[in-house]
């Protein structure tokens, strides 16, 4: 299965933020107890709905860990950031949801999916 997939499966039974960890899972220095308290605060994005969307948080943590940087990081997170909103239409959760305009921008399962796949095109590279 890809691991894309596997995250939008696991995005039915967890928040955004804690699929896109649990997706890679078996490439994170993490057990999977300590990825689910890392991302549980995440849930509905930062904020409760009002900021960044959870996948997004999610894919930026998994990025930083899986490029094995300590500084400069903020071009690559820019990259990710950028790619994500292209895919997904927006950053900020409650503008995905449409929550102000009434008009769906992304599911959250196609969000988890998009944000994976940013994090797999950019540490393949």
Do not use: W
């Amino acid at each position: 299965m890809k691991r894309s997939e596997l995250g939008a499966q696991l995005k039915r039974s967890h928040n955004c933020c804690q699929a896109v960890l649990l997706a890679f899972e078996d490439k994170l220095p993490y057990d999977r107890d300590s990825l689910l308290m890392l991302g549980s605060t995440f849930g509905s994005g930062m904020g409760g709905m009002m900021g960044t969307c959870g996948a997004l948080v999610g894919a930026e943590m998994a990025l930083g860990i899986l490029s094995k940087q300590t500084r400069g990081m903020n071009g690559l997170s820019r990259r990710l950031f950028t790619a994500f909103e292209e895919k997904c239409g927006a950053s900020r959760c409650i503008d995905i949801k449409g929550v102000m305009t009434g008009r769906m921008l992304c599911s959250c399962e196609d969000c988890v999916r998009y944000a994976i796949e940013c994090v797999e095109e950019m540490i393949s590279n």
